[in-house]
């Protein structure tokens, strides 16, 4: 997720840490010496940080005092910027690396300690940009024409006017930052250390204590019974602690809605959606077109029923794999395979995406108190992006290293084409770059599948991640939106009320009235689990960033002229462009139905592959074992 300084993109999926390799794979470790060689370089670099810092100071109320003094104090808060950028993004991985380690978590604290220092310092360039006005702004530009890499990020601050604080205002919200995320500590806090975690005893007499890591692994179980066991005890914990969750949560959102009334907003949709200049068509659009085409969800629904000879579905029947298999694919054969999907977008991305992957960009395989999950850091803007990945061997593995490599491509294309003042790129247009890489990945296994077992796999996987991707984040946008605007309109919300709102919205999604899914109400508390509510509307960027990667990744699969040109036209863009504008120019306009009807029709398509391929094919079977064909 990226916030003020923008650290990492997370993805949804999350594997399980555990130990697998040995200190021959180093081979698989990512070089952070490409950073900094040893962390004395790092504290160096942090004192001529602080260095800087002292000498922007002195622009303040001075930015216009002449064009090269303009240009001077601009270049020096980009430089300050990106220094930062570096600095914190080294400590972030350094300790990611080992969570355990105190000296990686000191480094952490130091690195946040030191952004804020940042952001306090350089609050007084927006109100002063301001203060100037677009007439003498614009003077200025012309009078250096090298300062007009920065146009784009003057404009941005300029048409935010109103909704900007004179420099005492700004200092004030900066300093008070540290002290507003107490909402999202104590979430993080009960829900990942204090929580006294439930312990269940499964069919074949294994003890589990059911704790989030545990609950994602064993939802999945085989024997229903079990799955039923594990759904109860993790969500009765959770529904224990619902007052709590709720205090919490609200406090989250009444600092949005003071965050939006103090910067002169109607509301805390308007205000994150206009930091990057978003339609609130968007988002509506996004939400309204899930709900029409709630039928597509419900009718895969019904195929997971009846692929898993259950005669009624239930809330914990969601997450079981439709087709398991025991197919392995390592890291090596991940990236030929990753590396042939991708061939469709040109021989320079290949050829880029190879040398990455046999540069010490990635951490690949889990260890003891390495952090979990994901993600792609593209940040650090002249050295190169850096990838944290947990290959566990399996296909969901594949297509998270796909995911992730799309990022990861978008950055260096960014980085490459962009001054650093335009190169980083928001959360709207960096999920575009992910989906589109597991759509061309998707179409290459399905070309070479050995059969129609194989191509089931592929298939579910796809089809699960639609659901996941689409369905589930557009009712999470459902869900944020109702909240934020009853406490925008000064209503209260316990935690029993925000359980009431969830479940119904749940309950209408997966079908509960009509018999599709029946949801069980100690499993509507589910909204005190979803970490994402406490970065304001973001998960809606994972729907409309999937639509509109599945429409790119179509146009270049079936060779359409210009196609491929305009996807990667917007990967080199950055944060050049307003994101929307930017992917409407290349074809896909996220503010109208035409991208959320395409992803439904891709949805509906491959349930027809489904359901050919078991009319066709009676003995393709739920378990897989062969092995995979290469490219």
């Known amino acids: ?109 130091r690195a946040e300690v030191l952004g804020n220092h940042v952001e306090e310092l350089t609050s007084f360039v927006s109100p002063e940009i301001l203060k100037l006005g677009r007439t003498k702004v614009s003077a200025l530009l012309k009078a250096d024409k090298s300062t007009a890499i920065y146009s784009h990020w003057l404009d941005d601050i300029l048409r935010t006017a109103s909704h900007t604080l004179d420099h005492r205002g700004e ?57 039923k066991l594990v759904f ?24 949005d809605a003071a965050l939006a009334k103090v910067r002169n907003y109607p509301d805390s949709l308007t205000q994150a959606l206009d930091a990057h200049k978003l339609p609130r068509a968007v988002y509506d659009t996004l939400v309204a077109q899930a709900e029409v085409n709630l039928p597509t969800l419900h009718r895969y629904f ?104 799309g990022h990861a491509m978008h950055s260096y294309l960014s980085n490459r084409s962009q001054p650093f003042i335009s190169a980083d790129y928001p959360t709207f247009t960096a999920e575009i770059a992910s989906t589109t890489n597991e759509v061309l990945l998707l179409d290459h296994m399905l070309k070479i599948a050995s059969n129609d077992s194989e191509k089931m796999l592929y298939l579910d996987s796809a089809l699960e991640n639609l659901r996941g991707t689409f369905f589930r984040q557009a009712m999470f946008a459902a869900f944020e939106r109702d909240v934020h605007a009853k406490v925008d309109k000064g209503e209260s919300l316990t935690g029993e009320a925000l359980t009431k709102i969830y479940g119904d919205i749940l309950k209408r999604y997966h079908g509960d009235k009509e018999g599709v899914v029946k949801i069980d109400e100690l499993y509507t508390v589910e909204w005190a689990y979803i970490p994402h509510f406490y970065n304001r509307f973001y998960v809606f960027q994972y729907a409309t960033s999937i639509s509109a990667g599945a429409m790119f990744a179509d146009e270049i699969l079936k060779g359409t002229p210009g196609a491929r040109e305009r996807y990667l036209n917007i990967l080199r863009a950055g944060g050049s462009r307003y994101p929307y504008e930017l992917v409407k120019e290349a074809g896909v306009d996220l503010a109208s139905p035409a991208p959320y009807v395409a992803i439904v029709a891709r949805m509906n398509s491959i349930m027809d592959q489904i359901e050919a391929i078991q009319s066709s094919s009676p003995y393709a079977t739920r378990r897989i074992s062969q092995s995979p064909v290469l490219p």
């Not at 602080?50 to 980009?78: M, Y």
């Not at 969500?235 to 619902?242: D, H, I, T, V």
């Not at 005669?311 to 042939?340: C, F, H, N, W």
């Not at 880029?352 to 951490?363: H, V, Y």
């Open 1 to 109: 997720m990226k916030k003020h300084f923008p650290i990492a993109i997370l993805a949804l999926i999350t594997v399980a840490a555990s130990s697998v390799l040995g200190a021959e794979m180093e081979v698989d470790r990512w070089n952070l010496k490409d950073l900094y060689a040893t962390q004395t370089d790092w504290d160096k670099d942090a004192a001529t940080l602080e260095q800087q810092l002292k000498v922007l100071s002195s622009c303040s109320g001075h930015l216009a005092q002449s064009a090269k003094r303009f240009k001077t104090c601009l270049d020096l808060n980009a430089d300050v910027l990106k220094r930062y950028y570096r600095l914190s993004s080294y400590a972030s991985q350094f300790s990611d690396e080992d969570t355990g380690l105190a000296a990686g978590q000191d480094l952490k604290q």
């Open 171 to 227: 200092q004030l919200i900066a300093n008070f930052s540290l002290a507003t995320g107490a909402a999202g500590a104590v979430y993080s806090t009960l829900s990942d250390a204090d929580m006294p975690w439930p312990k269940v005893k499964l069919s074949d007499g294994v003890e589990i204590v059911v704790d989030q890591s545990a609950y994602t692994k064993y939802r999945a179980l085989d024997n229903r019974a079990d799955r």
């Open 232 to 255: 109860d005890a993790f969500w009765g914990k959770w529904k224990e602690f619902e007052r709590t969750y709720g205090v919490t949560f609200y406090e989250q959102l009444k600092k």
């Open 302 to 405: 019904k195929l997971r029923a009846k692929m898993l000879g259950v005669s009624e579905m239930r809330y914990y029947d969601i997450y079981p794999p439709m087709v398991s298999s025991d197919l392995k694919y390592p890291i090596g054969q991940s990236t030929e395979l990753m590396l042939a999907a991708v061939k469709p977008l040109g021989d320079d991305y290949a050829r880029a995406m190879k040398q990455g992957t046999q540069s010490g960009w990635m951490d690949v395989y889990p260890r003891p108190k390495k952090r979990s999950g994901a993600y792609m850091n593209g940040s650090v803007y002249d050295v190169h992006p850096f990838l944290l990945l947990n290959h566990n061997d399996d296909y969901e593995s594949l297509s998270t290293l796909a995911h992730e490599w």
